[in-house]
């Protein structure tokens, strides 16, 4: 998440300078600052996002059968499940973007947003809720929670639409091939990244500046989904909009067809019956 919050010093880097330039800096240990708070959240978050899936497609089927079986039923299973699953982890997210926003040479300013002028240290998921619970109670826990809402929605529901419509058209001899689940689930990963990324990028800026900033830096803050767009077209061109989104296809499209392929997996090694074979009846059970 560098790329989206990144110091002026990690401007106009490629990836492997930008990964250099990072050990360099902060060390080997760089890599993975804030992976311990990304590590708890992607826990819950990948269960709570799975299993939510299942649920809120048998209820859809159980209970709004002029819907059909089609993938318009993935798609508004996986919208209300990503939600469903964003709330109940967003703290641990914001968590994990603190901490690893978090550089030694502070006196840069970040890209686009200014760093407040005593930007503050946090030593661990407990200082960051210790922080910014300080900071505005409850609510700045949840803190561009909004972005990330209407992100999250349209990227869950197209991530399963996607996938489940790809695997429809695989042959039945190929049906098991982890390399076609694979290849599934990164178009699947790419295409729902490549259309809410500016959301992820308005989420990540609300998330790192500070309740005081607008007051310390004297510059704009975001406070709103769309004004944040807004402000970021403005201010820093709406290139930005999209900026590292090379570099998070590198992160988000294997991870999400390694996602894909290990959830088909396990619900085989489960036992799980095929969805083909469970009828909208049962699925209300």
Request: with cysteine; net charge positive.
């Amino acid at each position: 998440m560098q790329h989206v919050t990144r110091t002026n010093e990690f401007r106009s880097l490629g990836v492997l300078k930008s990964l250099n330039k990072l050990r360099k800096h902060d060390g080997v240990l760089g890599f993975y600052k804030g992976n311990g708070a990304s590590v708890l959240r992607i826990v819950p978050y990948a269960a709570l996002h799975y299993m939510a899936y299942e649920r809120y497609r048998c209820w859809i089927l159980g209970n709004c059968p002029t819907l059909g079986t089609g993938p318009v039923v993935d798609l508004l299973a996986g919208s209300a499940s990503g939600g469903t699953a964003v709330l109940c982890t967003y703290p641990l997210d914001l968590a994990r973007t603190k901490l690893a926003f978090q550089v030694n040479n502070t006196d840069q300013p970040s890209n686009g947003l200014k760093r407040p002028i005593a930007p503050p240290s946090y030593g661990g998921i407990k200082d960051v809720f210790r922080g910014v619970y300080s900071e505005g109670g409850v609510r700045a826990l949840y803190r561009g929670v909004g972005p990330t809402l209407m992100g999250i929605l349209p990227y869950a529901g197209l991530k399963f639409y996607i996938y489940e419509g790809l695997k429809a058209h695989v042959p039945e001899d190929y049906k098991n091939s982890v390399t076609l689940k694979l290849s599934c689930g990164a178009a699947a990963g790419l295409f729902g990244q490549t259309l809410t990324y500016p959301l992820d990028v308005v989420r990540r800026q609300m998330q790192v500046q500070s309740h005081l900033q607008h007051d310390q830096s004297g510059g704009p803050r975001i406070t709103g989904t769309f004004q944040g767009l807004k402000i970021i077209k403005q201010t820093q061109g709406w290139r930005q909009l999209f900026a590292g989104l090379s570099l998070n296809y590198i992160k988000v499209v294997p991870s999400v067809a390694i996602g894909f392929t290990a959830y088909d997996t396990m619900k085989h090694l489960l036992k799980i019956p095929p969805r083909e074979s469970i009828k909208p009846e049962q699925g209300s059970a």
